[in-house]
């Protein structure tokens, strides 16, 4: 089987979870004996073309632009004449597959173009993330989600929450989306003996500070405001022996005046942008990751969590309540309620032994539920019926 991917980020470029959720599902489509190319954009000093565990990685030039989304159409003119270039030089193709609507133009117009069947990815809806529809911006991102999904013979989402949400909102037939989890490659996030374990802690903690964190983008649907919310009350319960270490780039103004009106300034550090390798490290040193999202379409940062051993509280909405098993592999708490969340990483703070059982459960699961093998053959087996009924059908 040839495919033809089209993703607007992919390592070294990584702006979101697409690039990762690519970087790592593909190779194990190669390695099923598969050929597939993957165009993305051009990133500093990464090859034009490379071959990348398998994958043929192209790296497209596009225009630049002030405007965001004029930016996306020069994406999507340089992705459709690379695609065309690709499917008429290196064909044939037997389908394309589209991550997201940010492609969605170029994925379209090749479809029709070269009678490619389409399979869409759709990791998350701008009906979700902002609970409704109500700018100029937002519908014309949904208009592209919908066009996409109408366009795709099927649709892959990550949960069971995004099935019912992609054909709630976007009108997509039931039948036509598969659910096909996110994973992760748990050897990722061995740990690293060499360092030096307390000299690294106190960077962000005194000795007698139990660390929780939240990593990831410092956006409203993250709900980082409910954990700093949540901060006194578990700080009120349990001492002020806990220290809450926000990780993440991007605009944090408002968090930190939040911060400084709790009272609890000096029980807060911004970390900002961590590297990779700080970052695994960092979460060797610390006792609860918190994941208080207000819309998650899967929430692979949790599954980061549970590969890097360090117990999970996260919120119920979205898809967090299929990756986090309630009391099994972490807390799962009421979304936007400082009482419940407070409540969740009490029993983490408080409890060292149950949260360590959580935590070898959720190592478990890793293997059991997310592993990028048996993923990549769940992907294979949507190709696989896309291409049987493209067999049975004439396209004209």
Not at 6 to 27: C, N, T
Not at 119 to 135: D, K, L, M, S, W
Request: glycine share 8%.
């Amino acid at each position: 089987m040839k495919i033809l991917v089209l993703a607007w980020e992919f390592p070294p470029r990584i702006v979101g979870g697409i690039a990762r959720h690519v970087a790592e599902l593909y190779p194990e489509v190669a390695k099923q004996g598969h050929e597939v190319h993957l165009i993305t954009v051009e990133f500093g000093q990464a090859p034009g073309y490379e071959v990348v565990d398998g994958v043929h990685v192209h790296r497209v030039g596009v225009g630049s632009s002030a405007n965001f989304f004029h930016w996306i159409v020069n994406m999507n003119e340089s992705f459709g004449q690379h695609g065309g270039k690709l499917l008429l030089e290196d064909g044939p193709f037997d389908l394309i597959h589209a991550h997201d609507w940010l492609v969605s133009d170029a994925a379209i117009a090749l479809k029709h173009t070269f009678k490619v069947p389409l399979v869409a990815t759709i990791h998350a809806t701008e009906f979700g993330r902002h609970n409704g529809i109500y700018t100029d911006a937002q519908r014309y991102i949904y208009g592209k989600e919908h066009q996409l999904a109408h366009n795709a013979w099927r649709i892959i989402v990550c949960t069971n929450y995004m099935r019912l949400e992609v054909e709630r909102t976007l009108a997509a037939p039931w039948n036509k989306i598969d659910v096909v989890y996110n994973g992760i490659r748990p050897e990722k996030k061995q740990r690293d003996p060499e360092f030096d374990y307390w000299a690294f802690r106190r960077r962000f903690a005194a000795d007698d500070e139990q660390i929780t964190y939240y990593v990831g983008r410092m956006t409203y649907e993250k709900g980082v405001s409910v954990l700093l919310d949540a901060a006194p009350k578990v700080l009120q319960a349990i001492g002020h022996s806990v220290k809450f270490v926000l990780v993440g780039g991007g605009n944090t103004d408002h968090l930190k005046r939040q911060a400084w009106e709790l009272g609890i300034w000096d029980k807060c550090y911004f970390t900002g942008f961590m590297s990779d390798a700080d970052l695994d490290r960092f979460q060797t040193v610390a006792d609860c990751a918190v994941f208080p999202s207000l819309y998650e379409p899967f929430g692979i940062v949790a599954l980061e969590s549970f590969a890097a051993r360090v117990p999970v509280v996260v919120s119920d909405t979205g898809g967090l309540p299929e990756v986090v098993r309630h009391t099994k592999t972490g807390i799962v708490t009421w979304t936007n309620s400082t009482d419940s969340l407070a409540w969740g990483i009490l029993e983490v703070l408080r409890h060292p032994n149950y949260a360590q059982w959580l935590v070898d459960n959720a190592y478990a699961d890793l293997k059991h539920r997310f592993d990028w093998f048996k993923l990549a053959l769940q992907t294979e087996a949507v190709y696989g019926r896309v291409l049987h009924e493209r067999s049975h059908v004439s396209w004209e």
